[in-house]
């Protein structure tokens, strides 16, 4: 989560929600374990052909104690990863400050590895790597900037909560076109300093790798996952890929949004970053 900073408009109340949520989620999940142990036992009986011992029991106790079974696994694992998204997904609710931010994280989740997995190098990018994001942005386009396009994303947040009430879901936001304009504003912002690739590369990497390692939370740096040439570009591929692919098929929208001048320097941007690419490929 990114730093709050107060921007002088009124917070509304934190949203609700429900406190059977977390308890729910667990529940299922010891029921998913309870069930594998069950069906784990059906078999051991079929195999003795009901003659089960007590030291079958034991044994079977044990391997389910062991955590050793790959299917045990997948189902602690899986139970942590949706109690761990709906968390996050509470503090992003609670945290109303950076909706539009949260709208750029977006680009480039379907980098980031399963809940509680570890990122691998040269595979994924880190959720290390949002918070120094935020602040490489901010000396890009202007802290300003940043925050009037919070403030007024803000509001399109509210009212589409307002209008949905419990039925609301973050993928509204997702897939509403002014929110993800206002995303591509802040980005095409960004561009012209990517036009000199390797050094906004270098300066990125400088910006993140340092971000990651003050990091507060520790647990959060990711073992040996490092932010290096080739995860720049994943990240910039992936934050600007939509504009990109416009670019292609509906150039025009782009004209009309951001004039030639806009579109011309997008284009050249492709083309830099996929000169500087061909490198580390």
Excluded at 132 to 138: D, G
Excluded at 167 to 180: A, E, R, V
């Amino acid at each position: 989560m990114v730093p709050m900073k107060k921007t002088g408009h009124p917070q509304s109340a934190a949203p609700e929600i429900s406190s059977e949520i977390g308890p729910s989620q667990l529940a299922d999940t010891v029921k998913k374990v309870m069930d594998l142990m069950e069906s784990r036992l059906s078999d051991q009986i079929a195999a003795t052909r009901g003659n089960i011992s007590g030291y079958d029991m034991h044994t079977l106790l044990n391997d389910m104690k062991s955590m050793k079974d790959p299917e045990l696994q997948g189902i602690i694992k899986k139970g942590w990863a949706d109690i761990h998204d709906t968390v996050e997904s509470v503090i992003w609710d609670e945290d109303r400050t950076h909706p539009l931010y949260r709208m750029i994280v977006h680009r480039f989740a379907p980098l980031l590895p399963a809940r509680g997995d570890t990122p691998i190098p040269g595979q994924h990018l880190s959720r290390a790597i949002i918070r120094p994001l935020h602040a490489a942005l901010e000396q890009m386009v202007g802290p300003g900037v940043l925050k009037d396009s919070e403030a007024e994303c803000r509001d399109i947040v509210l009212e589409k909560r307002e209008d949905a009430g419990r039925k609301f879901h973050w993928d509204q936001i997702y897939s509403d076109p002014k929110t993800n304009h206002m995303a591509d504003d802040i980005l095409v912002r960004a561009a012209h300093y990517f036009l000199d690739c390797p050094k906004r590369r270098n300066w990125m990497i400088s910006v993140i790798s340092n971000g990651i390692a003050h990091l507060t939370d520790k647990s959060q740096q990711d073992g040996d996952w490092f932010f290096g040439d080739w995860e720049f570009h994943m990240l910039t591929g992936a934050l600007y890929s939509p504009l990109f692919e416009q670019l292609a098929e509906e150039e025009g929208d782009l004209v009309l949004r951001y004039g030639e001048d806009g579109a011309g320097l997008l284009r050249n941007l492709q083309t830099a970053l996929a000169e500087d690419r061909r490198q580390f490929a």
